[in-house]
Each structure stands twice: as C-alpha cells, then as structure tokens.
C-alpha cells in the first residue's frame, strides 16, 4: 500500500472569517476524495491511492484543521458549512456585542464576547453516535492535527556568561508554541503528539479547547487557557529544545495563549518536516520534493490573504505611520521562515501548491479579481464575515469552486514526469488518461475529478445598512466596557458622566461609519 500512496499535507493559514473560504476548499477536497473512493474498482477510473496524512493550521486555518478531523468520521452533521457559514444567525454582530461575558467584576478579557466560538466548538467536537463514520480510505489511520499557539506566559532558557554578576545565567523566552495530536492507538504519544479519538472522548476537552486557542484573535476575541499532559511539552521537538526550563514537577502543564497566527500563520514548512518523516518511514530513501518525476507527497496550503504587503514605505511617517510598520515588520519578522530564501524563491516546486481566493465579473473576458478582494469576508481584515451569512456563503462556495479547478487544472503532474512517476504511472496504467487532463496545461491530475457540480458565485451586495439595528448594542457593549475600567475617586464618576453624555456615543457613532465605508470601498454596499 505505502509504495503506491501519495501524502498530502494540508496547510491552512490565518484568515479571521474568511475562514468560510478556508472551509469551502476543504469541504470539496474531502468530497472529490470521497467520490473516487466510491469510484474506485470502476473501468477507466485511477488506482493509486492520495491520503491526507498530515493537517496543520494558524488561527482561523488551525480551527478549520481541527474541525477536518471531526468532520472526517461525521460527514452527516455538515460541520464546516455550520462551523463557518451558519454560525448562529445571519448578522452575528448580535452575538460579539453581547455584554453577558461582562457581569464578573474586574477588567473585561477582550473587547468582543467570544461565547459563540466555545458553543460552535461544544457542537463541533462532542461525539454523536447517530452521526459516525468510519474513517474512509483516504485519510491516514495516524493522521497528525496540529496548530500554531502564541503562548504567553513563553518558556524560559537561561544563557551563561562570564560575568562578575552573582547571577551567571541570563534568563531568555520563547512564545511560540504548538498542540500536536494523532489518531492513534490511546497509550501512544511518541515525541509528544498527543493522542486523540473523539468517539471516546480520549483528549477531546483539550483538542477543543486548543481549536479556540489557536483562534483568540489578540484583544477582540477573549486569551485561552490550554491544560496539556506534560509529556506533550517535554517531549516534542519543536517545543522543548535544548536549555528550556519548567517545572517538571506536575504531570500536566497549563499555559495562557492568544491567536497562533502572531508566531507563525503559514506552517507550511512544519507540515513539509513531518511529511518528509512520514516518507522516509515508509520508503527508507530521502524525498526530493521538487522533483515532479519522484515527489511522493506534497504541502497544499490554503490561504486567503496570500501576498499581503504593507503599504509603500516612506521616510515622511507620522508617529502612527511609524507604530503601523513596527507592528508590520514585527510580524513580519515573527512568521520569517528558517528555510534559505533561495530555495523558498524556486518555482515549479512539486512539494507545494497553492489555493487562495480567485473570482471574475459577469464578463469573466474583463475581469478577474484575487485575493481579500475576491472574498465577501476580506472586509475589515478580514472581520467583514460577521456581518453578513451571505458573505460567508459566498466565500465558502468560491472555496469549493476555486478548489475543484485547482484540482482539476492545476493539482497535476507534468506529462514528460507523467510516464516514469513510480506512483502515477501505475496508477493511471492501462486507463485513458485524456479524461483527467488539465485544460490549462499538458499535465495529468493527481486526484481524478469525474464531473463538474461547482459553479461561480453572485457577489453578494447589502442593500441596507447592517449595522443600523446593531448601534444601541455597540453603545450598550461600549458602556459595559468602560465600567470595567477600574478607576477610583474622582476620576470615576467623572468617567462614567463622560461616557453617558458624549463618549459612548461618539465611539458609536465612528464606528458605524469606519463599518459602512469599510464595506463600501470593498463593494459590498452602494
């Protein structure tokens, strides 16, 4: 089996969201998988095998990641679509601007309430017996799940010095952080990948609760506590490297995180390092993963921010334009890959493919649009989703579209690589290939695509403003806000007055319009 198997490894970046994109593209690969299972043993249909053996996210992608792995056994129960698009109504500003996560004393956790997330997730990963399914064919028995985290609180390492200090070592930390999981057998976890099985509840409180993890967008969305059996810290490799420090003492270990994405929003080269390992298990040779003549797994990365660039830099910055690039160059620097940039720079890698965001007009000879601005939910950095289902409809169907003609057209091996590839030759052996060509280029498809069902989408257009019925919830969630503050004496009253006669309304009343001219400049309102 493993010598005619080829590995996928699903990367999928940040994307606020524009997760319903994200999730989109994921649903119509597990369905093109499915179909040609049901395929498979038919005259004329392909018998190499694809698998999805690896999943690895940041943020919204790291949420998608995880909801992969429960939708795999419970195809009936439609997670993505109710996971990204549904969620719990139409406008779900209604939900951010609740002010019931406000009623305990002290400083608020974020500016937006995220209990819609924790029911979403409650949903998404508790087992249901009415809803099971084995795992199919086309997923790898020890899948591998994990998801980028900025952790904190950070783990410390110390550096010595020759010093006349009494203190010789000079204490460092480290933020980034991961939560592995495996399908596997429960009394496994080797290098600290925990093991997880949501039919019996084996670590599913913590693979949940990692999804939201992951997903704490920075001040909006309320920090997450993440408790891990401490053998998921001491003993993985990209965590606990030489010269860390904690208290071993314990058998778990908790930490307190916000959005992954902050670390690194496109792992893909951690998805490249296991699939690499899961290849040299199998074949005992190293993989030349740019060599479409031999490469026998690949990193297929979704993104729907692909490219973005600060705005062009200047020397004539006002202080905020200065904090802008700061904060840009941070980030920047923050998700830089270890890889040399001249190998990332090659083109025509057989070891990674692309899906991002690609729409036309009505007249698809006059336009064709990529990126944020192909996508409903590009709005507002990507928040626009929340105000509208029919963004988020649409982004999830330009996902499943935007996937089948990647599938169909560009997810393929060159045809002078096509006759010696050691898997697809065999595959496609004595079957006419002209079926499962690109029409973009002579190349064979890698996964077969048997029909079309995927159609262009109508880009959605408000015709009324969104937020008019939300401004008494955005003065009410703003008030509650400002109580939380925690000012004394004086100052306190005198806030609070300030806040009811002009404050409340003012920062209403701007971000109302900061939302309308938001949508308009993204074509979403007249």
Not at 18 to 45: K, P, S
Not at 297 to 309: E, K
Not at 390 to 398: C, I, N, P
Not at 400 to 411: S, T
Request: with cysteine; charged share 15%.
């Amino acid at each position: 089996m493993a010598e005619n198997t080829f590995h996928i490894g699903l990367c999928m970046a940040g994307a606020v969201s524009a997760g319903a994109y994200t999730a989109g593209v994921v649903n119509y690969l597990l369905t093109a998988l499915d179909r040609w299972e049901q395929c498979r043993g038919q005259a004329g249909v392909p018998t190499h095998r694809v698998q999805l053996s690896i999943i690895g996210g940041a943020s919204a992608g790291g949420m998608t990641g995880f909801l992969t792995a429960a939708a795999i056994n419970q195809h009936s129960k439609n997670l993505f679509h109710k996971s990204w698009v549904t969620m719990q109504g139409n406008n779900m500003m209604g939900p951010l601007l609740d002010c019931s996560d406000l009623k305990q004393p002290g400083l608020f956790r974020s500016f937006l309430n995220g209990n819609f997330a924790n029911e979403l997730a409650e949903e998404a990963f508790s087992y249901s017996p009415s809803y099971w399914n084995e795992t199919p064919a086309y997923i790898h028995p020890q899948l591998k799940v994990f998801a980028t985290l900025t952790n904190l609180q950070g783990f410390t390492y110390p550096i010595s010095f020759n010093t006349d200090l009494k203190k010789k070592d000079h204490t460092m930390s480290v933020h980034y952080d991961y939560a592995c999981f495996q399908l596997a057998n429960p009394y496994q976890h080797g290098n600290g990948w925990m093991p997880v099985n949501l039919r019996t509840g084996l670590n599913a409180n913590t693979f949940r609760d990692a999804a939201l993890a992951t997903g704490a967008f920075p001040l909006g969305l309320p920090a997450r506590t993440l408790k891990r059996p401490l053998y998921a810290i001491q003993e993985n490799k990209w965590i606990n490297q030489a010269g860390l420090t904690f208290d071993p003492t314990g058998s778990s270990y908790q930490s307190f995180h916000v959005d992954g994405g902050l670390m690194n929003n496109e792992p893909f080269e951690k998805v490249r390092e296991l699939l690499n390992d899961l290849v040299f298990t199998e074949t005992k040779q190293l993989e030349d993963v740019n060599d479409f003549g031999q490469f026998r797994s690949t990193v297929l990365m979704v993104d729907p921010f692909p490219g973005n660039l600060a705005a062009p830099f200047n020397q004539h910055q006002s202080v905020v334009d200065v904090a802008k690039h700061t904060l840009y160059a941070m980030m920047q620097q923050m998700k830089a890959k270890p890889a040399p940039i001249a190998d990332m720079l090659s083109k025509n890698k057989a070891g990674q493919f692309l899906i991002a965001p690609v729409r036309y007009t009505a007249d698809q000879s006059i336009a064709r649009i990529e990126g944020a601005k192909a996508i409903a939910c590009g709005a507002m950095n990507g928040f626009g989703g929340f105000i509208s289902q029919d963004f988020r409809e649409h982004d999830y169907a330009l996902g499943q579209y935007n996937c089948e003609q990647f599938l169909r057209n560009h997810f393929t091996i060159p045809i002078e690589q096509f006759n010696s590839h050691p898997i697809f030759s065999k595959g496609y052996e004595g079957i006419d290939i002209s079926p499962y060509q690109s029409a973009r280029s002579s190349s064979v498809q890698v996964i077969p695509i048997f029909k079309s069902e995927q159609k262009a989408c109508t880009w959605p257009m408000l015709n009324q403003d969104p937020i008019i019925n939300q401004t008494h919830a955005i003065r009410k969630r703003v008030a509650a806000l400002s109580k939380s503050i925690p000012l004394k004496g004086f100052y306190k009253p005198l806030f609070y007055i300030g806040g009811q006669l002009f404050l409340n309304r003012w920062i209403t009343h701007k971000t109302h319009q900061l939302i309308l001219k938001q949508l308009r400049e993204h074509e979403l309102m007249k």
